[in-house]
Structures are given as C-alpha cells and as structure tokens.
T-cell receptor
Framework: SQQGEEDPQALSIQEGENATMNCSYK?????LQWYRQNSGRGLVHLIL?????REKHSGRLRVTLDTSKKSSSLLITASRAADTASYFC???????????FGQGTRLTINP | GAVVSQHPSRVICKSGTSVKIECRSL??????MFWYRQFPKQSLMLMAT?????????EQGVEKDKFLINHASLTLSTLTVTSAHPEDSSFYIC?????????????FGPGTRLLVL
C-alpha cells in the first residue's frame, strides 16, 4: 500500500501565484523525494531531502521536512504554465532500496 | 546524465500473447532497476525490484510468473508480460538507481503504454 498521502489531490491556481503541496507518511525514512510527472510521461526527479535536513531549495522549489510530524511540503514560487503536472512525494524507507510513492497532487497553472 | 529509455513506448497486442518491455540506462550503470505500474490518474505501484545478476524481488500481490523480469546487465532490464489479458492494460514505467544503495534517487524511463485487446 502507498505510504504517502498527499494534499490536496488537485490544485488549480493562476500563473504567478505560489503552489504548496503537502505529503504525510507513516514510517521512519532515510529521505523524502519529490518528483514531477507530465501527462503520459515518466517521472522527473525534483529534489531530495534527507531525514536530518529541515529545508532545501532548488531554484523556485522549496521543500521542508518535519520528521516529528512525518510530513513534508513542496512550495513552487512564481508558478508558470509549464509547471502544470502531477507532483508525487516518495519516501525512502530505512533499510530498503525502494521508494514508496504518495497519491500525487495534480497541479494546474492557469495562464 | 542519468537518462533512462524504454522500448517500446506503446504496444497493442492480442489477448494471450506475451509482450516484452525493455528498460535501458543510457549513460550510467544501474545496479538496481525498478518496475512500476500506473493506472490513469493514480500513483505508481511498485511491481518489483531487480538487482543485476540476481532474481527480482516482487511486491506482494504481483505474480512473478506473469511478470517476468530479467536484469542481465548493468544497463538493461526487461519486463515480459506473459499471456497478457485486457486487465493487464496499463502504463508501465521503469526506473534505475545508480548506486544500488538504500533509497537513492531513481531516474525514470518515459513509460510504455500497453493495450491488450
């Protein structure tokens, strides 16, 4: 079963606004990763945050991790139409090679 | 770097036939490859993890005799859907990990859309 639960399931905003997506998980993790998927395509790795990190930035992306609450958030600032995609969090479980993906957030940026 | 390809991108087959999907890491050696299945508007479901030269580890509920996985080299893994049926129609995505270590970043192929008639 999928460990991650993402919120919201769908988000529609105007271009230029910020988009925030949240992810919660249940077990202990090594890291948490965020991926993007354009419709009908493979996934693109966006950012990885390790369990001992609290915040990470990459361009217009900001990721936070709160291990005490078992949650993470992805913030996309100054959104663009090209950011329209599904975004998935994935947790790297301690002692396992695999990632467990959340249900995803479908983000739509309206021009 | 870290490009993963899949072939074919789309395949339509008749019920009862077998279909092979290839996953290649083009510019790096992948000690571990993963196979996922994704239904429309849903998340990825891990089917199996394969390490080069050893048998794949299947997730619970995935039939290993139906979904044959071979990871013969550090750059190639194949998934064969045997005796495919309409319910096997789905989007199959592979990914590859460089290090084979614990929960490293995975690099995804573009996916293969399978339609079984």
């Amino acid at each position: 079963s999928q460990q991650g639960e993402e919120d919201p399931q769908a988000l529609s905003i105007q271009e230029g606004e910020n988009a925030t997506m949240n992810c919660s998980y249940k077990t202990s993790i090594n890291n948490l990763q965020w991926y993007r998927q354009n419709s009908g395509r493979g996934l693109v790795h966006l950012i990885l945050i390790r369990s001992n990190e609290r915040e990470k930035h990459s361009g217009r992306l900001r990721v936070t991790l709160d291990t005490s609450k078992k949650s993470s958030s992805l913030l996309i600032t100054a959104s663009r139409a090209a950011d329209t995609a599904s975004y998935f969090c994935a947790t790297g479980i301690q002692g396992a090679q695999k990632l467990v993906f959340g249900q995803g957030t479908r983000l739509t940026i309206n021009p | 770097g870290a490009v993963v390809s899949q072939h074919p991108s789309r395949v339509i087959c008749k019920s009862g036939t077998s279909v092979k999907i290839e996953c290649r890491s083009l510019d790096f050696q992948a000690t571990t490859m993963f196979w996922y299945r994704q239904f429309p508007k849903q998340s990825l479901m891990l089917m199996a993890t394969s390490n080069e030269g050893s048998k794949a580890t299947y997730e619970q509920g995935v039939e290993k005799d139906k979904f044959l996985i071979n990871h013969a080299s550090l750059t190639l893994s194949t998934l064969t859907v045997t005796s495919a049926h309409p319910e096997d129609s789905s989007f199959y995505i592979c990914s590859a990990s460089r290090a084979g270590g614990v929960s490293e970043t995975q690099y995804f192929g573009p996916g293969t859309r399978l339609l079984v008639l």
